[in-house]
Structures are given as C-alpha cells and as structure tokens.
C-alpha cells in the first residue's frame, strides 16, 4: 500500500466550463489550504466537515472552498476543494502555491486508490468509477452505476459467503478425520460447488455482452461494391461519415464509428466492397473486409436487389454472405437493399421474390428489405441490432472488467478441481486447499486479496484527479 502520509491535489474537473475544481487529500490539508486561501470569517482549519465557505486567493482569484473531514469524505482522508474561475493561468498558479506549501501532484486515480485503501469501497467499486466517467451509453452506465454501488460486489459477496461455508464444512471434516468421520454431508457440499461453479462460470460468461456494452457491440457492413454499405453507414450514423457514389470499389479502406441506439454503443464498420479484385490495394481493403466479418458480433451483409435477376441468384448472394459468418456465434442480417427503385425501375423483380432460402432460416440470420437511401426499414433494423445483441436493462449484473471476467474463470476452475477431487476421493486437506485458491481468486476482485503491483496497474489506468 502507499504511504498515505502525502497531501496530494489535482485538478479534478473536465476540460471547459468556467469553473475548475482543484481536489487536495490528506492528513493536514486543511492547515495547508489555510496558507493560500483567506475565508471571509475563520479559518479552514476550524471549520467543521461538509461546510461550503466564500474566501480569497490574495491577488489571484475567488474561490469557493467545500470542507471535509475524515473520515466522511471520497477518500476518507481530510479533503478540501477549491472552486476557481477555469482559467490555465489561475489554475498553474494555485497548483504552484500548493507545492510550494508542501503538497504533491496526485498521480492517476490516487484519490481513489486512498478510497480504497480507506475501506471507502472495494476494488470493483472504485473501478467503477473510471467506468461511470467514460460511460458514453445508457447500458454502459447503467452497469457502471450497478458497479459504483456495490450490486457487482454483493453479487460476489453472496458466492464468497458459500464458499466459507463450504470452506467450514471441509475444515470440519478434517479435524475429525482421525476418527474417520465424514462430517460434512457430501452430498450438501456438492450442491453447494455446484451453485457457485454455475454462478461464476455465468458471470465470467456474461464477459462477452459485458465487454460488447462497454466498448460497442462490433457491427461489418458487408456486400459487393456499390450494394450500398457505406449508404447505410452514413444513415445509421445521421451522418456523412463515409465516401458514397456510384462507382464501384468506392470504399477501399475500413471506416469504423461508433453510435448509441436504444441506449446500446454500437460501433459500425464500413468495408470495402468484396469481389475479384486485380488491383493490390483493393485486395488488401478486400482481405480487411473477411477480418471485420469474422470479428464482429453481428454482421450486416447488403445486396442490391437492382442487380439481382432473380429469387435465385438473391439465394446464393444470401449464402455467399452467409459463408462469410459463424452462424452459431455471430448474427447475420441480410439486407435486400434499394427497394426503393422497385416502384420506378421494371426491371427489379418484385421485392417479395426476395426471401432466404430454406437452407439458411436459422435464429441468427434475419432478411430485412431496406432501402438505405430513403430511410424505408430502417426502423426494423434498428430494432433487429437491438435485439440481435442480447443485451436489455433487464440483463442484471454483466460482467464488463476483462480483470474480473478472469479471475470468475479462474474462481470456477478451481472449484472444479475441489468437485473432481471430492469424487475421486481426495484427502480433504488437498480440498481445502484448491478451495482457498478459488477463494484467493474471488477475492482478487473486490480487492480482499490484492497486490500492490496488480493496484499499481488498476489505477494508473485512471486520470490525475480521480
Ligand atoms: N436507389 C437507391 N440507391 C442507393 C441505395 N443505397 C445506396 N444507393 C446508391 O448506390 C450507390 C453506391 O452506394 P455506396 O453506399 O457508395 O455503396 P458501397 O456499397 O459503399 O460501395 P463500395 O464502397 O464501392 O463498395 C450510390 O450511388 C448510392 O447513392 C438505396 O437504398 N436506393
Ligand atoms: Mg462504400
């Protein structure tokens, strides 16, 4: 742990605004705000916790200053906040007074870490709060918030809890092993693991929408050049992202942007058009096309019903995209796109001839006829890629740390060694020991058991001043 006997500070607000907050935590901060700032009555140093006072930096600005006192404060330490007027010269001269009193420049996420240390909340917690700052979805903070305020932690609280009792079971068992008595009920014990192997293994699980919900749910448009991909980027987007004309090959490169529909991050990926290319640089856009489809979550594969004959040649168009997809673990929604020009052009066969072939009616592919251009079902694909993700307010608790997603896994791993052990009859003393591993790892979450080096990597992720 850091010595904690450093006063630290930082600027703690965002960039812009015509106020900046200037944090300063620790054991005589106090005194230290009492040499820089004069209060219109009194001193800071007298003045009781969660007091707001008026006061003056001489020569350089007013402030506000809020007061708290330890231990109720976000560190847990004495604090004070200084409210200036956000101007860089003001700002770097009262960040100069503060060391010249004696105090440091915060490293990223100190203020936290001291939190932590404090017993203020546990490590998901304060993990939470880089989350719930970068949280740019209403998904995305609806998890962090679940994780700031400790349902994340109770949820593994409660499987902690099963363990120690599965934990006093065994030990149970071992002092009387001498006497051959097998204590525990077996069979209790069994159901126990079995409960917080399922547990674990489906928070570790609920990683792969927890990690979609926080950085975007990866969504390749795909298609023969000119079907209309990049079209449907800038529609989706409300935006002119993305290069569109009618000359095929027009995307060489992908073009990726992220956007919030129905509350869920989506991130878009635009691709170059596939066919049989001559050109090299076309060819590699081509190659990165296959790459963006094998990696996305759901995948939006486009053909242009103007330049599709037939039911049929829509059939194999429709497998062709289909072959580009793990079906089993991705979503494919085929866009019959353009249907707008079968109202003017005679040519284009009557959309209702579109439908997918029997061969490819599956749960994850879905066949939406669209037209990019003039907005018509693009209100059936918005709702499609909701619900293609899986994700709702009422998923619970998702995992969303790659941290955490690990240390569950490796939780369940060991608690599979406890249940293979107990059935090949292993010495309850080499039980116990696989359970104080599964332990170890659970409580690596929460910070119950926890280096200085894995803190040290957690909170350098952090801004200066959180
Ligand atoms: N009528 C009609 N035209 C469309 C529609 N969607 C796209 N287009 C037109 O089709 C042409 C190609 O559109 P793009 O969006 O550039 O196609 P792309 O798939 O990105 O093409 P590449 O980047 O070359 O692979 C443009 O002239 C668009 O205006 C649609 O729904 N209806
Ligand atoms: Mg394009």
């Given at each position: 742990?850091?010595?904690?006997?450093?006063?630290?500070f930082?600027p703690?607000?965002?960039?812009g605004?015509?106020?900046?907050?200037?944090?300063i935590s620790?054991?005589?901060?106090?005194?230290?705000?009492?040499?820089?700032?004069?209060l219109r009555r009194?001193?800071v140093?007298d003045?009781p916790?969660?007091?707001?006072?008026?006061?003056e930096?001489?020569g350089?600005?007013?402030?506000?200053v809020?007061i708290f006192?330890?231990?109720?404060?976000?560190?847990?330490?004495?604090?004070?906040?200084?409210?200036?007027?956000?101007s860089?010269?003001i700002?770097?001269e009262?960040?100069?007074?503060l060391s010249?009193?004696g105090?440091?420049v915060?490293?990223?996420?100190?203020?936290?870490?001291?939190?932590?240390?404090?017993g203020?909340?546990?490590?998901a917690?304060?993990?939470?709060?880089?989350d719930i700052?970068?949280s740019?979805s209403s998904?995305?903070?609806?998890l962090?918030?679940?994780?700031?305020?400790g349902?994340?932690?109770?949820?593994l609280?409660?499987?902690?809890?099963q363990?120690?009792e599965?934990?006093s079971?065994m030990?149970?068992?071992?002092?009387?092993?001498?006497e051959?008595?097998?204590?525990a009920d077996r069979?209790?014990?069994?159901s126990?693991?079995?409960?917080s192997i399922?547990?674990?293994?489906?928070l570790?699980d609920?990683?792969?929408?927890?990690n979609?919900?926080?950085?975007?749910?990866p969504?390749?448009?795909i298609g023969?050049p000119?079907?209309?991909k990049?079209?449907?980027?800038n529609?989706?987007?409300?935006?002119?992202?993305?290069i569109?004309s009618?000359?095929?090959?027009?995307?060489?490169?992908?073009?990726e942007?992220?956007?919030?529909l129905?509350?869920i991050?989506?991130?878009f990926i635009?691709t170059?058009g596939i066919?049989k290319?001559?050109d090299?640089?076309e060819?590699?856009g081509i190659?990165?096309?296959y790459k963006?489809a094998?990696?996305?979550?759901i995948v939006?594969?486009?053909?242009d019903?103007?330049?599709t004959?037939?039911s049929n040649?829509?059939a194999?168009a429709?497998?062709?995209?289909?072959g580009?997809?793990d079906?089993?673990r991705?979503?494919?929604?085929?866009?019959?796109n353009?249907v707008d020009?079968?109202a003017v052009n005679?040519n284009?066969?009557?959309i209702n001839?579109?439908?997918l072939?029997?061969?490819?009616q599956?749960?994850?592919i879905r066949l939406?006829h669209?037209?990019a251009k003039?907005?018509?079902?693009?209100?059936?694909l918005?709702?499609?890629?909701i619900s293609?993700?899986?994700?709702?307010?009422?998923?619970?608790?998702?995992v969303t740390?790659a941290?955490h997603?690990a240390?569950?896994s490796?939780?369940?791993?060991?608690?599979l060694?406890?249940?293979?052990?107990?059935?090949s009859n292993?010495?309850?003393?080499?039980?116990?020991?696989?359970?104080?591993?599964?332990?170890?790892?659970?409580g690596?979450?929460?910070?119950?058991?926890t280096?200085?080096?894995?803190l040290?990597?957690i909170?350098?992720?952090?801004?200066?001043?959180?």
């Amino acid at each position: 742990m850091l010595p904690n006997e450093d006063i630290i500070f930082a600027p703690a607000s965002g960039n812009g605004g015509a106020v900046c907050i200037i944090r300063i935590s620790g054991s005589g901060c106090l005194e230290l705000a009492d040499k820089l700032v004069r209060l219109r009555r009194g001193i800071v140093g007298d003045t009781p916790g969660f007091s707001l006072r008026y006061g003056e930096i001489p020569g350089l600005d007013e402030v506000l200053v809020s007061i708290f006192r330890a231990p109720k404060s976000y560190t847990g330490e004495d604090m004070v906040e200084l409210s200036c007027h956000a101007s860089q010269y003001i700002l770097s001269e009262i960040m100069n007074r503060l060391s010249n009193a004696g105090a440091r420049v915060a490293e990223p996420g100190e203020f936290t870490r001291r939190a932590f240390v404090n017993g203020k909340m546990d490590l998901a917690q304060a993990e939470a709060v880089a989350d719930i700052i970068s949280s740019s979805s209403s998904e995305q903070h609806r998890l962090a918030l679940n994780q700031l305020k400790g349902g994340f932690s109770k949820e593994l609280s409660d499987i902690r809890a099963q363990l120690l009792e599965l934990s006093s079971l065994m030990e149970l068992e071992l002092d009387f092993s001498e006497e051959e008595v097998e204590f525990a009920d077996r069979r209790k014990l069994k159901s126990l693991l079995d409960a917080s192997i399922e547990h674990c293994r489906a928070l570790a699980d609920s990683f792969k929408l927890g990690n979609a919900v926080r950085n975007g749910v990866p969504v390749a448009i795909i298609g023969a050049p000119n079907s209309g991909k990049s079209t449907l980027l800038n529609a989706l987007l409300k935006d002119d992202r993305a290069i569109v004309s009618d000359i095929p090959g027009t995307t060489r490169d992908t073009v990726e942007e992220t956007c919030v529909l129905g509350g869920i991050l989506f991130r878009f990926i635009d691709t170059a058009g596939i066919r049989k290319a001559s050109d090299e640089i076309e060819k590699l856009g081509i190659q990165r096309t296959y790459k963006k489809a094998a990696q996305a979550e759901i995948v939006l594969g486009l053909i242009d019903i103007a330049e599709t004959l037939d039911s049929n040649s829509f059939a194999e168009a429709a497998r062709e995209l289909a072959g580009l997809v793990d079906t089993e673990r991705q979503n494919l929604i085929i866009l019959a796109n353009k249907v707008d020009l079968s109202a003017v052009n005679k040519n284009v066969k009557d959309i209702n001839n579109f439908v997918l072939p029997v061969d490819l009616q599956n749960a994850n592919i879905r066949l939406i006829h669209l037209s990019a251009k003039t907005g018509q079902g693009m209100e059936e694909l918005v709702q499609s890629l909701i619900s293609s993700t899986g994700i709702s307010s009422a998923s619970g608790t998702l995992v969303t740390n790659a941290r955490h997603a690990a240390a569950l896994s490796a939780t369940a791993e060991a608690l599979l060694q406890v249940r293979d052990g107990m059935a090949s009859n292993l010495p309850t003393d080499l039980l116990a020991e696989d359970l104080r591993t599964a332990l170890n790892h659970l409580g690596s979450i929460t910070g119950h058991i926890t280096s200085n080096e894995v803190l040290g990597e957690i909170f350098s992720t952090f801004c200066i001043g959180k």
